[in-house]
T-cell receptor
Framework: LAKTTQPISMDSYEGQEVNITCSHN???????ITWYQQFPSQGPRFIIQ???TKVTNEVASLFIPADRKSSTLSLPRVSLSDTAVYYC?????????????FGSGTQLTVLP | ETGVTQSPTHLIKTRGQQVTLRCSSQ?????VSWYQQALGQGPQFIFQ???????GRGNFPPRFSGLQFPNYSSELNVNALELDDSALYLC?????????????FGAGSRLTVL
């Protein structure tokens, strides 16, 4: 069962770049790393997904080193509306079953 | 394209009772998973259903059970409710393909056990 570790909280100012790192030592060979954003009283929302190296979409970038034991979510030029909890999700296949493990989450607070 | 809808949004039960929570998957998705999220914690995986069969389970006792129907909607049943079962229950649907886990979540059902 893949365990993940993230910082509990981070503060940033509007317009800055924010990098959140997740450690996942037991990631399985065929699994992807996915990041989600969650606002209070809402379900998590997909941000970005990757397998290795770097992935970029319109809202974020994801950096994954060659050993895949960690990943870094990069949010460029954050705004107040980016204040939320960010989760790292690593799919783990155990035998024939699939277990999905969320990290503990990182509370990002963007200050004016 | 409709998203994931869950019902009820809020409910209150007493210890020992049973509860059923419902989830309608996003159009085109064939897999549904359920999560328990206690206040201030990350979502904890309960189980996943694919083709109407459970194909993954987290560390939850057997009194947590589920169903997936032919239209890919799903139910989560919890028997013999305990105070610690108070939480936000999240349903997520996805398309099982190459192993990528892109989940679409509903807004959740908040259960309070008194």
């Amino acid at each position: 069962l893949a365990k993940t570790t993230q910082p509990i909280s981070m503060d940033s100012y509007e317009g800055q770049e924010v990098n959140i790192t997740c450690s996942h030592n037991n990631i399985a060979t065929n699994d992807y790393i996915t990041w989600y954003q969650q606002f209070p009283s809402q379900g998590p929302r997909f941000i970005i997904q990757g397998y290795k190296t770097k992935v970029t979409n319109e809202v974020a970038s994801l950096f994954i080193p060659a050993d895949r034991k960690s990943s870094t979510l990069s949010l460029p030029r954050v705004s107040l509306s980016d204040t939320a909890v960010y989760y790292c999700l690593v799919g783990d296949i155990t035998g024939s079953a699939r277990q999905l493990t969320f990290g503990s989450g990182t509370q990002l607070t963007v200050l004016p | 394209e409709t998203g994931v809808t869950q019902s009820p949004t809020h409910l209150i039960k007493t210890r020992g009772q049973q509860v059923t929570l419902r989830c309608s998957s996003q159009s085109g998705h064939n897999t549904v998973s359920w999560y328990q999220q206690a206040l201030g914690q990350g979502p904890q995986f309960i189980f996943q259903y694919y083709r109407e069969e459970e194909n993954g389970r987290g560390n939850f006792p057997p009194r947590f059970s589920g169903l997936q129907f032919p239209n890919y909607s799903s139910e989560l049943n919890v028997n013999a409710l305990e105070l610690d079962d108070s939480a936000l229950y999240l349903c997520a649907s996805s398309y099982t393909g190459s192993g990528a886990n892109v989940l679409t979540f509903g807004a959740g059902s908040r259960l309070t056990v008194l």
